[in-house]
C-alpha cells in the first residue's frame, strides 16, 4: 500500500507561479510511474504530466513549456513546478503513481488551484 499526501495548492494571479508536491509513505514509489492529472468543475479529469521511474516525461499539449514535472526520489516525493499560470489551469490537481499494467494505481486526495486576478 502507498499513500500519497499532496500540498501546495491555493490562489495564484495570472502569470504567477506554483509548485504542488506529492509526498509517498513508501520507497517503492521510485519505481512507479508518477502522473498529475487535474479536474475543473463540469469537466472530465484530465492528464497533464507523467514521469517515468527512469526519469523520462510527457506533458498534455495546454501545459508545454509551462508546467515541469520532477522527482526527488530521495524524499519519495513527486512535484509539478507550473509557471505562466492562466485561468484555464483552474482545477483540483491529483497526484497518481502506478506500476505498468496498473496492478497498482494510487491517488493523492487532491488540491484545488485556483487562477484568478
Known amino acids: 500500500q502507498v499513500q500519497l499526501v499532496e500540498s501546495g495548492g491555493g490562489l495564484v494571479e495570472p502569470g504567477g507561479s506554483l509548485r504542488l508536491s506529492c509526498a509517498a509513505s513508501?520507497?517503492?514509489?521510485?519505481?512507479?510511474?508518477k502522473a498529475w492529472y487535474r479536474q475543473a468543475p463540469g469537466k472530465q479529469r484530465e492528464w497533464v504530466a507523467a514521469i517515468t521511474s527512469g526519469g523520462s516525461t510527457n506533458y498534455a499539449d495546454s501545459v508545454k513549456g509551462r508546467f515541469t514535472i520532477s522527482r526527488d526520489n530521495a524524499k519519495n516525493t513527486v512535484y509539478l513546478q507550473m509557471n505562466s499560470l492562466k485561468p484555464e489551469d483552474t482545477a483540483v490537481y491529483y497526484c497518481?503513481?502506478?506500476?505498468?499494467?496498473?496492478?497498482?494505481?494510487?491517488w493523492s486526495q487532491g488540491t484545488q488551484v485556483t487562477v484568478s486576478s
Open positions: 497518481n503513481a502506478r506500476d505498468d499494467y496498473l496492478l497498482y494505481n494510487y
Open positions: 513508501r520507497t517503492i514509489f521510485s519505481i512507479y510511474t
